[in-house]
């Protein structure tokens, strides 16, 4: 059982529209991470948020941590096909001293021209 | 500089058959992880090691085993491989804490008959 829940799982968009990607979990996470895959390598991290109801911008990406710490959302604004790849979020439990990274299974986003 | 590296990149076994993935990185670093991936799990945590000279399980660590060499690599050894095995394995460091960037290899990828 995944303690972070992503969806959705698959999302195909046009060019130029937005797209909102979720990781959801009944845990409180001290902090949270997305990554972005592509196919034949590792995840690159994008992103951490630390602090409830905190929100990040990376250029057209648009990162929110809940204000209770369990969940975040990842919106990307006028799609590029270079925004393709794999979407995973990554959150560290507050009851882990270390903060072993937690993973969700992936949103696998496909942009086409 | 080149980061994370991973060999081999695709390695095929019968079953029973030991092998050792070897991961190396030049950014001095004081953790290291291994995680497997498999479809619609995300990444999971084998072992990781905090720093030198220490090692701990995570996750998923039965049929494995590590080494922490020296600073710079991290082994991963399954003595035994049996076809639940099979996966893309990554290799990943980070400065301190998973708080810090966690910088993954390209992966490997096994296949176990």
């Known amino acids: 059982t995944q303690l972070l829940e992503q969806s959705p799982q698959f999302l195909s968009i046009q060019e130029g529209e937005n797209l909102t990607v979720y990781c959801n979990s009944s845990?409180?996470?001290?902090?949270l991470q997305w990554y972005r895959q592509e196919p034949g390598e590792g995840p690159v991290l994008l992103v951490t948020?630390?602090?409830?109801?905190e929100v990040k911008k990376l250029k057209r990406l648009t990162f929110q941590f809940g204000d209770a710490r369990k969940d975040s959302s990842l919106h990307i604004t006028a799609a590029q096909p270079g925004d393709t790849g794999l979407y995973l979020c990554?959150?560290?439990?507050?009851?882990?001293?270390?903060?072993?990274?937690?993973f969700g299974a992936g949103t696998q986003v496909v942009v086409t021209p | 500089n080149a980061g994370v590296t991973q060999t081999p990149k695709f390695q095929v076994l019968k079953t029973g058959q030991s092998m050792t993935l070897q991961c190396a990185q030049d950014?001095?670093?004081?953790?290291m992880y291994w995680y497997r991936q498999d479809p619609g799990m995300g990444l999971r945590l084998i072992y990781y090691?905090?720093?030198?000279?220490?090692?701990d399980k995570g996750e998923v660590p039965n049929g494995y085993n590590v080494s922490r060499l020296n600073k710079r690599e991290f082994s991963l050894r399954l003595e035994s491989a049996a076809p639940s095995q099979t996966s893309v394995y990554f290799c990943?460091?980070?400065?301190?804490?998973?708080?810090?960037?966690?910088?993954f290899g390209p992966g490997t990828r096994l296949t176990v008959l």
């Open positions: 990943a460091s980070s400065e301190f804490t998973t708080l810090d960037t966690q910088y």
């Open positions: 845990s409180v996470f001290s902090s």
């Open positions: 948020v630390v602090t409830g109801g």
């Open positions: 990554a959150g560290a439990l507050t009851t882990d001293s270390w903060g072993k990274l937690q």
């Open positions: 950014m001095n670093h004081n953790s």
């Open positions: 090691s905090a720093s030198e000279g220490t090692t």
